[in-house]
Nanobody, 125 residues
Framework: EVQLVESGGGLVQAGGSLRLSCAAS????????IGWFRQAPGKEREGVSCIRNSDGSTYYADSVKGRFTISSDNAKNTVYLEMNSLKPEDTAVYYC??????????????????WGKGTLVTVSS
């Protein structure tokens, strides 16, 4: 059974930091790209960042470049999203997803096969 379990969300003040984790199981982790997405209240889901475990390539949405860092621990089948200099507009439910044939297009990521249930990040002003 494929599982993607996010953790690390919470309440933080603007300017603060959080680290999200996505623990994966049930598929060949090294073959997949893992992406982070978010959905704010009343808004569409958007891509945040993505990493290809096959070669370590990373991608970021313009809105988070320079503030967020994605990384992968292939030994633990876990992907992390380090979020610094958080802003109130970063408030959203953050989801991780995995895809075998992911395409990155203008900061968004397509082709995800599996999704987690999400973790809430709230940034207060």
């Amino acid at each position: 059974e494929v599982q993607l379990v996010e953790s690390g969300g919470g309440l933080v003040q603007a300017g603060g930091s959080l680290r999200l984790s996505c623990a994966a199981s049930g598929f060949t982790f090294d073959d997949y790209a893992i992406g982070w997405f978010r959905q704010a209240p009343g808004k569409e889901r958007e891509g945040v960042s993505c990493i290809r475990n096959s070669d370590g390539s990373t991608y970021y949405a313009d809105s988070v470049k320079g503030r967020f860092t994605i990384s992968s621990d292939n030994a633990k089948n876990t992907v992390y999203l380090e979020m610094n200099s958080l802003k109130p507009e970063d408030t959203a439910v953050y989801y991780c997803a995995a895809g075998l044939n992911v395409v990155a297009v203008t900061g968004d990521f397509y082709g995800m096969d599996y999704w987690g249930k999400g973790t809430l990040v709230t940034v207060s002003s």
